[in-house]
């Protein structure tokens, strides 16, 4: 009886963790899908001025927790402008082809080097 009651209130604590560790993610990932679509809107985005646009990101990833890196790609993939490494062609990966649907969140099963957490892409087509 003593263990039964003691597993009912593991289980239920476990649910407690899992419900607000949700809500937590879901906040952190409105908070940045926000960032994105004030960023997909601002002038400098806008411009088409790769140093502006550089320049715009870099800010974003300084002032924004948990944003290590961006970029801006053209309809078909290839980057423009890129916060990290190499400017690369994202046409065929499937997170590009999620966003390139409508996806505004599509998840990704890579692992980031620098910190070894999962990556979560945020997407947002300019008009």
Known sequence: ???????NEIHQNKLLLASGFAQEVNET?????????????SEEILSG?????LL?????????PGIHFMGITDTEGRETVATFG????LGEREYFKQ??????????????LLENQKVILLS???S
């Open 124 to 126: 947002d087509f300019l």
């Open 29 to 41: 990932l409105s908070a940045r899908s926000n960032v994105l679509q004030v960023a997909a809107g």
């Open 49 to 53: 001025d790769r140093t502006r646009q």
């Open 86 to 89: 190499e400017l690369v062609n």
């Open 56 to 64: 715009a990101l870099q800010n974003i990833i300084k002032y924004t």
């Open 99 to 112: 966003a390139k649907n409508g996806a505004k969140i599509a998840f990704v099963d890579l692992i980031v």
């Open 1 to 7: 009886m003593f263990e039964q009651a003691l597993t």
